[in-house]
């Protein structure tokens, strides 16, 4: 593939952008400036820089944000900035976009791509990826109320009950809530029909993957073979 087309499928812009930016020296290849834009090149993780900024050659883009509080997932925010902020430009170039929403106050796992038949997968809700969020609720959560979370509760807009598939005490208002489907506020609505209230909400895990200790919140990092691995396991 020839330099300024493979820059061009990594989301520096068009080929003409892409050109100039070689031709400007802003472009090294395995360390090497590079100010030939038709240079061809073995695309395959090919480990390339634009302006001192290491990037590596990826197909698709699969990511994992660290979700702060304060911001919204919608490609068109209206009251908060959008997670499409912290990520550097060259990925919203290339469409990368949030699979699923969380809540604008919601914090932790959030997956983006850039490839629709991943983000269909899962999302669609008959694959049942499961989600475990870790529950902060206002008021110390009965016993009782774990066990409705357990066998369904009906939330205000449904005629058939909702059940976690998992739901494991932590301490006395804190909680580990597994579900597999994705509706609006579906945890906090759950909550709300068991008779309490979330406080706090961080989604810690799809699917096998969790939310790595060593991300802070507002960064990113790319997903290796081995997280996409995890992420079907779960
Ligand atoms: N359930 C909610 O209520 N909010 C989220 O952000 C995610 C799941």
């Known amino acids: 593939m020839q330099l300024?087309?493979?820059?061009?499928?990594?989301?520096?812009?068009?080929?003409?952008?892409?050109?100039?930016?070689?031709?400007?020296?802003?472009?090294?290849?395995?360390?090497?400036?590079?100010?030939?834009p038709f240079l061809e090149c073995d695309?395959?993780?090919?480990?390339?820089?634009?302006?001192?900024?290491?990037?590596r050659y990826r197909e698709k883009a699969y990511l994992m944000l660290h979700k702060p509080t304060g911001y919204e997932c919608s490609r068109a925010p209206r009251d908060h900035p959008g997670v499409l902020s912290l990520l550097?430009?060259?990925?919203l170039t290339r469409g990368v976009q949030p699979v699923g929403r969380l809540d604008e106050d919601t914090t932790g796992l959030l997956l983006l791509s850039d490839d629709?038949?991943?983000?269909?997968?899962l999302i669609a809700p008959?694959?049942?990826?499961?989600?475990?969020?870790?529950?902060?609720?206002?008021?110390?959560?009965?016993?009782?109320q774990l066990a409705a979370l357990r066998t369904?509760?009906?939330?205000?807009?449904?005629?058939?009950?909702?059940?976690?598939?998992?739901?494991?005490?932590?301490?006395?208002?804190?909680?580990?809530?597994?579900?597999?489907?994705?509706?609006?506020?579906?945890?906090?609505?759950?909550?709300?029909?068991?008779?309490?209230r979330v406080e706090d909400l961080r989604r810690v895990q799809v699917g096998?993957?969790?939310?790595?200790?060593?991300?802070?919140?507002g960064e990113w990092r790319w997903l290796e073979t081995a997280d996409l691995a995890r992420l079907a396991d779960g």
């Open 208 to 217: 096998g993957l969790k939310l790595p200790d060593d991300l802070p919140a």
């Open 126 to 144: 008959k694959r049942k990826v499961a989600k475990v969020y870790e529950v902060h609720a206002k008021h110390p959560m009965a016993d009782e």
């Open 4 to 36: 300024e087309r493979l820059l061009q499928s990594q989301g520096f812009g068009s080929r003409k952008v892409c050109r100039a930016l070689i031709r400007a020296e802003a472009v090294s290849v395995r360390g090497q400036p590079c100010d030939d």
């Open 88 to 91: 550097p430009s060259p990925l």
């Open 43 to 55: 695309p395959e993780g090919l480990e390339f820089s634009v302006d001192g900024q290491p990037w």
């Open 152 to 196: 369904g509760v009906l939330l205000h807009d449904a005629t058939e009950p909702v059940a976690a598939s998992a739901c494991e005490r932590i301490s006395e208002r804190v909680f580990l809530l597994t579900v597999t489907e994705g509706r609006y506020h579906q945890v906090k609505r759950m909550v709300a029909a068991a008779g309490n």
């Open 116 to 121: 629709g038949v991943f983000i269909h997968n």
